[in-house]
């Protein structure tokens, strides 16, 4: 029993926090960031310094990469072998890093993502670059530590003889914490650098004298100055960047879009399957091909257009719709300090000079010691040789080297170190060259430790130095710049002209919803009425549009749905169409369209009106329905209505200039007649005024846009099976939400309902009993009478039982002035 005293009751919660706490803080420090001071992550700081430790360097031939990735796993990095072998090809491949760290023979990956060789092919040593990196590191310069098992040390950070961060960039993942810090030209950076050393205190605006921007080794063209100022000072920021592009023209009077740069990190292989598919998928029209004419001159995707295509529109669509412009999203995080940190620009430059003073300080110091201790042995030589024979007889008279030692000490008074270095003398430097050699080292010594102690003693002196290096470095690696920088963001607008072949279409939309273009090739080689439609169904719309038209079209729970005309499917006359849930998924399950409106531009001078069942009306502006985002799959709401029970029983579209009445009937044959302009103008979301004082158990039939004077015959038609056509103007003008007046005569006995009401002009109108017989109606044909008459049966109520249902048919027959 006496071994439990060790066992912990801990809660889960306990556990998994400290546990999970301490895994974090190890990837975030030892994974997944780079330093702020050298801008490596661990294996890539392993990789180079266990490379530089076998001297698998510039100067040196190649060597397996095998062998490489073996010894900095055997001794430095106790992970898989392919993690260390992909952060050795990342740091050789030109199209990732602005300046490489590993030189490497043989397959090394492409911009089009292909997998490198297996490393028991390739070979791999470190640039000449890389060595500037480490440099100095066996010169006590930065802080080592024992590796994994205590057998050997390795470097925290390399001393980094130029700002590494900011020119090779990073990017990566941990807990919490993702970086993605762009790469930059060395010779700004190096400019940069200098300026601050020589100006500690300046702003970012000074700094951006020098470094204007990211450098990213693809090139292309970066958009926003001012997103990269705010980049530079918070660590965070979005950028456009674009690929740089030229049309030229080409035989047969066609032209082509040449890409020569893409952006950063996007796979070229994929970018160009992607401009294909937009030409398969005839997303647009105008591109004849898609080649990658890439070779070893450099890289090239030529897109070839038809004739008379609009090229700066497709390659706006082009920009807008795939990689070949690329939102590039700043966030520099970076170990400062041992703890992740979102820095700026001045932030990782002030660090970095910091670490740079650090080192040349350390350097100096162990420079000094040296020249120092050799100063001490030549001062001693020097002195020996000037008694050589007392130095000599001395040691004649020795022992043995020991003793000679202890002899010269006590004699002639040269210190251990002094001693050690006169016995193991050869003979042959007793010359008499010998001596001014030791006076010119002498010298040389003396001016060295002069040279170092000021360096150490004056902050200036030191900084000088950094400078020099830095300068040193710049002359020697500096390229030109390859990404443009340009201030300002490029909107991109596209035309749908661009997009669309443009083409006269007849368009058709049923009651259930379903919708369709077909090709006026179609439509005449078939009959009118022999349009593909379910049983049951009936045409709402039938015209003639073009393919850059566009349809609103309204549902009678309050909907609209926005459908550019070529973004209908295109089917023959005869097929059924497409039902508009296919694409919008929120419609509910009895929702009918009872409106469509075509038009070729939105004019802000039109409002809708609606009516709802239960008495609501409401004016809202065209100006409302501009397409919406995500207008494909979700509808916008024309009206709000209060009650499930609501529906909308009309909607029109009307210029606001045009003086309109508003003639509405209930189903209790109550009649209103009010100027339009007394119903406000409101928003979608809106739910309106009230149309009419309903009574109780009474609801709207429909209503109309009737003109305040003249004669507006309107069809009545009740549940008994009796029509009457009247005219609008024979109820008065009242005010908006009145009870109105009989439309019909009111009997004791089983009174006339209004089941239908709708205009009285040359409307073709199907009625249906319970019984399912059906009658069609001529309203032309129906005598006008007045108010008060209930008109003529047209289906006897005794035989067929009341009406069921009442249609207004539309010929499938196509008008000419089909669009508003």
């Known amino acids: 029993m006496e071994h439990k005293s060790n066992i912990q009751e801990l809660t889960l919660e306990e556990v998994m926090g400290d546990r999970f706490g ?120 930065v802080e080592l530590v024992w590796n994994f098992d205590d057998t050997e040390k390795e470097p925290t950070v390399l001393p980094a003889k130029y700002p590494n961060l900011l020119v090779n960039g990073s990017t990566g993942i941990s807990a919490g914490y993702a970086t993605e810090i762009p790469t930059h030209n060395l010779g700004e950076i190096i400019d940069g650098t200098i300026y601050l050393i020589d100006h500690p205190q300046a702003s970012l605006d000074q700094l951006m004298k020098y470094i204007p921007g990211p450098d990213f080794p693809t090139g292309g063209i970066l958009q926003g100055k001012e997103e990269i100022k705010k980049a530079y000072e918070t660590g965070k920021g979005k950028v456009i960047l674009r690929s740089k592009t030229k049309i030229e023209d080409i035989k047969g009077g066609k032209q082509q879009i040449v890409i020569n740069e893409i952006p950063y990190e996007v796979n070229k292989a ?61 966030n520099m995080v970076a170990i400062d300090n041992m703890r992740p940190q979102q820095v700026g620009l001045k932030r990782i430059l002030e660090s970095y000079i910091k670490h740079r003073r650090e080192v040349i300080e350390k350097r100096s110091r162990f420079e000094l010691q040296k020249a120092q201790k050799r100063q001490h042995i030549v001062d001693g030589l020097i002195k020996a040789l000037s008694i050589l024979d007392e130095v000599i007889a001395t040691i004649r008279g020795s022992k043995d080297k020991k003793d000679a030692k202890n002899n010269l000490v006590v004699q002639h008074g040269f210190t251990e170190e002094q001693a050690e270095a006169i016995v193991n003398l050869q003979l042959y430097r007793l010359t008499n060259t010998d001596i001014t050699q030791l006076q010119a080292e002498a010298k040389e010594l003396a001016e060295t430790i002069a040279e170092l102690t000021t360096i150490l003693n004056e902050e200036n002196e030191l900084l000088k130095v950094i400078k020099k290096e830095l300068r040193e470095i710049k002359k020697k690696y500096t390229t030109p710049r390859l990404t443009e920088i340009e201030a300002e963001i490029q909107e991109i607008k596209i035309e749908t002209q661009v997009l669309v072949a443009q083409e006269e279409v007849v368009v058709t939309v049923t009651r259930d919803g379903y919708v369709k273009r077909s090709s006026l090739r179609s439509y005449g080689a078939s009959k009118p009425e022999e349009i593909g439609m379910k049983e049951g169904d009936s045409l709402l719309y039938s015209n003639q549009m073009n393919t850059l038209d566009h349809l609103l079209l309204v549902t009678n729970k309050g909907n609209t749905i926005y459908r550019p005309v070529h973004e209908l499917p295109d089917l023959k006359w005869k097929d059924l169409g497409e039902h508009i849930s296919q694409t919008v998924m929120t419609l509910a399950q009895d929702e009918m369209i009872i409106g469509v409106f075509a038009y070729k531009e939105i004019d802000p001078l039109k409002n809708f009106v609606l009516i709802s069942k239960n008495g609501m009306i409401k004016q809202t502006r065209m100006t409302e329905f501009e397409p919406w985002r995500t207008y494909k799959t979700r509808p916008m709401t024309i009206m709000k209505l209060k009650d499930e029970s609501d529906e909308l029983v009309n909607v029109f579209l009307t210029d606001q200039t045009e003086e309109m009445d508003v003639f509405l009937v209930s189903h209790l044959a109550f009649g209103l007649r009010y100027p339009l302009n007394e119903v406000p103008v409101v928003g979608p979301k809106a739910a309106g005024v009230k149309a009419m004082n309903l009574k109780a158990d009474d609801y709207l039939i429909n209503g109309l846009l009737v003109y305040s004077e003249g004669d507006t015959p309107i069809v009545l038609i009740t549940q008994r099976g009796a029509a009457k056509r009247m005219l609008a103007q024979e109820i008065n003008q009242l005010g908006r939400a009145k009870r109105g007046l009989m439309v019909l005569r009111e009997l004791k006995k089983n009174p006339h309902r209004v089941v239908y009401m709708g205009s009285g002009e040359n409307q073709q109108v199907l009625v249906t009993n319970q019984k399912g017989q059906s009658f069609e109606v001529i309203t032309n044909q129906i005598p006008i009478n007045d108010r008060t008459s209930n008109g003529s049966f047209i289906m006897d109520e005794k035989t067929g039982g009341q009406i069921y249902e009442v249609k207004t048919q539309i010929s499938p027959a196509i008008a000419e002035d089909s669009v508003l």
């Open 270 to 330: 994929n970018l160009v399957k992607k401009m294909d598919e937009i030409r398969l998928n005839k997303r647009i029209d105008g591109i004849a091909e898609v080649r990658d004419e890439t070779d070893r001159t450099g890289l090239q995707i030529v897109v070839e257009l038809k004739k008379e295509a609009n090229a700066q529109g497709i390659l706006n669509y082009l920009f807008k719709n795939t990689e070949l412009q690329i939102n590039y999203n700043f």
């Open 22 to 141: 301490r895994y974090s803080k190890y990837i975030i420090q030892e994974r997944a960031l780079p330093d702020i001071r050298d801008g490596l992550k661990p294996v890539q700081r392993r990789i180079l310094f266990a490379m530089n430790q076998d001297g698998n360097t510039y100067d040196k031939g190649f060597r397996k990469s095998a062998k490489s990735v073996g010894n900095i796993m055997g001794n430095f990095h106790p992970h898989g072998d392919s993690s260390i072998y992909e952060a050795m090809v990342r740091m050789s491949q030109d199209w990732k890093l602005r300046q490489i760290l590993i030189e490497m023979h043989g397959n090394n990956g492409s911009m089009d993502g292909d997998p490198p060789a297996a490393m028991r092919y390739t070979e791999a040593r470190l640039s000449e670059l890389s060595g500037e990196l480490l440099k100095d590191i066996e010169k006590n310069t």
